[in-house]
């Protein structure tokens, strides 16, 4: 009987939203180099790259409405590349048509896990924001 006491614990949907949830707490930063350096601080391991930009109000080009297939939304990965989630299918999908580099990650679908610094792409920079010269095509 306890057996099954503790089967149903482990199994129960509160339990398991609970480590999902403190596995996806933590303070991570996202630094975007060509603007400024401006710097984002997220608390939730679940979202996307722009949506983490969105949520500080900063604009982000994103053509297809941030559903991974326009490449508009990329970002190019200067350090932390292992601190995102796994390529998505749709970003794979990009890299077989040769639309993203090995370095490149659509913002819409790459969901940072810790630490990452960004670049806008030239191609992709809107005119009314202003980056640095740093920036790469
Ligand atoms: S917004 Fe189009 S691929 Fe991300």
């Known amino acids: 009987?306890?057996?099954?006491?503790?089967?149903?614990?482990?199994?129960?949907?509160h339990f398991t939203s609970k480590i999902v949830q403190s596995y996806n707490?933590?303070?991570i930063t996202i630094k975007?180099?060509?603007l400024k350096g401006l710097k984002l601080i997220s608390e939730?391991?679940?979202?996307?790259l722009i949506e983490i930009v969105?949520?500080?109000?900063?604009?982000?080009?994103h053509a297809c409405g941030k559903?991974?297939?326009?490449?508009?939304?990329?970002a190019i990965i200067l350090e932390?590349?292992?601190n995102f989630e796994p390529l998505t299918r749709a970003e794979q999908k990009m890299i077989d048509r040769n639309k993203l580099r090995k370095n490149e990650r659509l913002s819409c679908q790459a969901i940072p896990k810790g630490n990452?610094?960004?670049n806008v792409p030239k191609m992709y920079q809107l005119p009314h924001m202003q980056y640095g010269e740093e920036s790469e095509t």
């Not at 939730?44 to 996307?48: A, F, P, S, V």
Request: aromatic content about 8%.
């Open 54 to 61: 969105h949520l500080h109000q900063i604009d982000w080009m």
């Open 32 to 34: 975007v180099k060509n």
């Open 80 to 82: 932390g590349e292992e």
């Open 67 to 74: 559903k991974g297939r326009c490449t508009t939304c990329k």
């Open 116 to 118: 990452v610094l960004v």
């Open 25 to 27: 707490m933590g303070k």
């Open 1 to 13: 009987m306890t057996h099954l006491k503790v089967k149903f614990f482990l199994y129960s949907p």
């Open 44 to 48: 939730d391991k679940r979202q996307t």
